[in-house]
């Protein structure tokens, strides 16, 4: 016996890769353009390398 039903499409999960986390300001929250160390093109913060 066959099983006619449809094979379910694949979900993509949406999101931000964990590994932006360090470029997220402690001050404000924006996302700085690059990894640490370098500062927050928002406010100005210093993020620091962990």
Do not use: F, K, Q
């Not at 499409?9 to 001050?27: F, H, K, M, S």
């Amino acid at each position: 016996m066959s099983d006619s039903r449809p094979t379910p499409e694949p979900v993509e999960e949406g999101g931000d890769p964990a590994c932006w986390l360090r470029r997220v300001c402690p001050d404000c929250g924006r996302l700085a353009d690059e990894d640490p160390p370098t500062r927050c093109p928002e406010c100005g913060a210093e993020l620091r390398p962990d």
